[in-house]
């Protein structure tokens, strides 16, 4: 009644429909993630963080990581990247912390992911850290599939698309054309690989209309969740990225359907005939918003 390996993916599923970056170095918005109804975050040491504030912005995001104050929300940190001054010692420090994931920028290679583990290992990092890699680069574009493939602790790839957009010289334009090459890409490598792949920010937090189109884009194309700036953008992500009422009717419909047409050669579900294929989409459809509804009645 299907692949086996789907059901497998479905068991595994976590929410992740929005992952807000939040800056380490403001205690005060550390504060506030405690209560915003997001799915996972991103304590930011990289872009958001001058200079003179990275080491605070450290011990804060570990302290934070180790505190458990954060409920259900997957706490995952952001480290500076390979070759900067302060990536060795954020490792070290963000390993021993034990948060959910490591996020590593500007990841382009296998070769660099087998590395950034190994640096892992070696730090202490428990069982449980992941390793999310960003990719931003046209070199992480071209190569994306070696990249995911490349460890099972990398689990999920995060698309850096600000970074993407300067590297080809593209605009910021609705709809993304310039960029869709690339995702469509990594969206490629992600489901081949079995990771869960997380859509870019978008930029203009005034523009809700604009936001909410861009999320409906990353749902259409297989996204599972958007990265988000602004804990505004949060109600609206989790609301496009969570199946609808009316899909989950219809899912349910579909798998009675099946189920009560077992053995009858062909089943038929409101007109349509109804596959495997059906089957696999419905049952996922139905453990993503069993997985969201019971998050959020746990947290």
């Avoid at 991103?42 to 995001?61: F, G, M, S």
């Avoid at 390793?131 to 992480?140: D, G, H």
């Amino acid at each position: 009644m299907g692949d086996p390996h789907g059901s497998q993916e479905q068991a595994a599923y976590r929410p992740r429909r929005s992952v807000l970056y939040m800056p380490a170095s403001n205690e005060r918005a550390l504060e506030k993630a405690k209560s915003l109804p997001v799915d996972a975050l991103i304590l930011d040491l990289e872009d958001a963080v001058a200079p003179d504030a990275k080491v605070e912005a450290r011990e804060n995001a570990c302290a934070a990581a180790r505190s458990g104050d954060y409920g259900r929300r997957e706490v995952t940190i952001r480290v500076n990247g390979s070759g900067t001054q302060w990536h060795e010692d954020d490792l070290r420090a963000v390993c021993a912390a034990g948060p959910d994931a490591v996020v590593v920028p500007k990841v382009e290679s296998a070769d660099e992911v087998r590395r950034l583990v190994g640096a892992m290992e070696a730090a202490g990092a428990p069982a449980h850290t992941e390793l999310w890699a960003m990719v931003e680069t046209p070199r992480a574009m071209l190569h994306c599939e070696e990249i995911a493939a490349a460890s099972d602790r990398l689990t999920v790839l995060v698309m850096g698309t600000n970074d993407l957009a300067k590297e080809l010289r593209a605009e910021h334009v609705p709809g993304r054309q310039p960029l869709l090459a690339g995702l469509g890409l990594c969206l490629l490598a992600a489901r081949a690989t079995g990771k869960a792949i997380l859509d870019g920010v978008y930029n203009d937090v005034r523009d809700a209309e604009g936001f909410a189109a861009e999320c409906r884009q990353g749902r259409e194309l297989g996204f599972d969740g958007k990265t988000l700036v602004h804990p505004g953008q949060v109600e609206a992500c989790n609301e496009v990225f969570a199946p609808s009422p009316e899909a989950v009717e219809e899912a349910r419909g579909l798998l009675a359907a099946w189920e009560a047409g077992a053995g009858a050669g062909v089943v038929v579900h409101r007109g349509r005939m109804v596959e495997a294929l059906h089957v696999d989409t419905a049952s996922r459809v139905l453990a993503v918003h069993e997985a969201i509804t019971g998050a959020a009645s746990n947290g």
